[in-house]
């Protein structure tokens, strides 16, 4: 199984901070590489897929990049709703495993 | 616009089991891959199974192999999700997504239900 490996596991920042988390796969998934945020109690919501294109709807403060093993999800100017727990997901292959998460908490 | 209504969570002992159901509505059901997302309580999520769009392809992971088993009705719009021999380490709250590349990107959840395994 490919191992997605997330850092950090938290975050703290404030509003208008710009973040970066970082997505590590244990072997190369080319462009594969997906970004999903999660509100508590609520259902994850697509960010980024490809490794860099915007889902329809995210803000363009957000965007990914990447490829092959190492991917980072970049935050420009962090606003109240951007408080969350981030996890990427790899689409490459079967089983196609999630990061463990990194929660983006207000500082 | 695009819903997805997960249903038949429940309390249930090991052993036993429980068939969840997925009412797909604001999209052409038939056209998707779908796939079933788990979250424990607490934990992070893992990708359970997917189901190609007439169904013909379907893959599980490891942790559920031989014990649940995907399906779909494209007539009814539905997905479903049978789980047999359910453990402790299955609860969790299950989701269905919709697959927006064929390849396991989820570009819409359902709200979730909620499958508790306990004596």
């Known amino acids: 199984d490919i191992q997605m490996t997330q850092s950090p596991s938290s975050l703290s920042a404030s509003v208008g901070d710009r973040v970066t988390i970082t997505c590590r796969a244990s072997?190369?998934?080319?462009?594969?590489l997906n970004w999903y945020q999660q509100k508590p109690g609520k259902a994850p919501k697509l960010l980024i897929y490809?490794?860099?294109s915007l889902q329809s709807g995210v803000p363009s403060r957000v965007s990914g990049s990447g490829s092959g093993t190492d991917f980072t999800l970049t935050i420009s100017s962090l606003q109240p709703e951007d408080f969350a727990t981030y996890y990427c997901?790899?689409?490459?292959?079967?089983?196609?495993?999630f990061g463990q998460g990194t929660k983006l908490e207000i500082k | 616009q695009v819903q997805l209504v997960e249903s038949g969570g429940a309390l249930v002992r090991p052993g036993g089991s429980l068939r969840l159901s997925c009412a797909a509505s604001?999209?052409?059901?038939?056209?998707?891959?779908m796939s079933w997302i788990r979250q424990a309580p607490g934990k992070g999520l893992e990708w359970i199974s997917y189901?190609?769009?007439?169904?013909?392809?379907?893959y599980y992971a490891d942790s559920v192999k031989g014990r649940f088993t995907i399906s779909r009705d494209n007539a009814k719009n539905s997905l479903f999700l049978q789980m047999n021999s359910l453990r402790a380490e299955d609860t969790a709250v299950y989701y269905c997504?919709?697959?927006?590349?064929?390849?396991?990107?989820?570009?819409?959840w359902g709200q979730g239900t909620l499958v508790t395994v306990s004596s």
């Open positions: 997504a919709r697959d927006l590349k064929a390849t396991v990107t989820l570009d819409y």
């Open positions: 997901q790899q689409s490459y292959t079967t089983p196609y495993t």
């Open positions: 189901i190609s769009s007439g169904g013909s392809t379907i």
């Open positions: 604001g999209f052409t059901f038939s056209d998707y891959y």
């Open positions: 490809g490794a860099f």
């Open positions: 072997q190369s998934i080319a462009r594969y």
